[in-house]
């Protein structure tokens, strides 16, 4: 069973600044997706990464799949208290089902 | 499109007592699953349904934990009997086609406290 690592665990600054949260594997995933979690609510999708080097941009987020798709990292320009929550990585390791990191709790202040 | 329907939002019970959650996945979507999320954790999953049939349920707790999709549509999870550490948040997720790559949609989850 694959581990998924997650760091750091918790982070909390203030509006404006950027910050890069990691996800780490001893093993090869096929695809590597992103969600993001708010108080209350399920997971929901942001990007799905394939490819060993791939960057994705979504807005203010951007996203790479380490070159030997074993790790990962989602990097966000000047937050905003609307990123507030849980990130969680989730890895598929070619069969049907995602195993999820423990993930980052984000804190944005105002 | 809607999304995937969970209920209900929260329940509380005693240890021991029994409970069941419902899920109403995506129009469509032929693979459903259950995730757990113990707070402060990411999700884990319970059990995975293509249509009607268990795909995966290695790490469901059979002993006190079943769950069924008798028509390939509607799911329920039940707990009988519950214990403290049983406290999480249930997750029922589903996608068009089965494989992690297209990503899953997610219910709001139903938050269960044993006490």
């Known amino acids: 069973t694959q581990l998924l690592e997650q760091s750091p665990q918790f982070l909390s600054i203030q509006e404006g600044e950027n910050l890069t949260v990691y996800c780490n594997s001893s093993?090869?995933?096929?695809?590597l997706q992103w969600y993001r979690q708010e108080p209350g609510e399920g997971p929901v999708l942001l990007v799905t990464?394939?490819?060993?080097?791939e960057v994705k941009k979504l807005k203010r987020l951007t996203f790479q799949f380490g070159d030997a798709r074993k790790d990962s990292s989602l990097h966000i320009t000047a937050a905003q208290p609307g990123d507030t929550g849980l990130y969680l990585c989730?890895?598929?390791?070619?069969?049907?089902?995602?195993?999820f990191g423990g993930g980052t709790r984000l804190m944005v202040k105002p | 499109e809607a999304g995937v329907a969970q209920s209900p939002r929260y329940k509380i019970i005693e240890k021991r007592q029994s409970v069941a959650f419902w899920c109403n996945p995506i129009?469509?979507?032929?693979?459903l699953y259950w995730y757990q999320q113990i707070l402060g954790q990411g999700p884990k999953l319970l059990i995975q349904?293509?249509?009607?049939?268990?795909?995966?349920d290695s790490q469901l707790p059979k002993d006190r934990f079943s769950a069924e999709r008798l028509k390939g549509v509607d799911s329920t999870l039940k707990i009988q009997p519950a214990k403290l550490e049983d406290s999480a948040v249930y997750l029922c997720?589903?996608?068009?086609?089965?494989?992690?790559?297209?990503?899953?949609?997610f219910g709001s989850g139903t938050r269960l406290t044993v006490v």
């Open positions: 989730a890895a598929d390791n070619a069969g049907n089902m995602l195993t």
């Open positions: 129009s469509g979507h032929a693979t």
């Open positions: 093993s090869v995933f096929s695809s």
């Open positions: 349904f293509q249509n009607n049939g268990v795909v995966d």
């Open positions: 997720a589903s996608s068009h086609q089965p494989g992690a790559r297209f990503g899953y949609t």
């Open positions: 990464v394939v490819t060993g080097g």
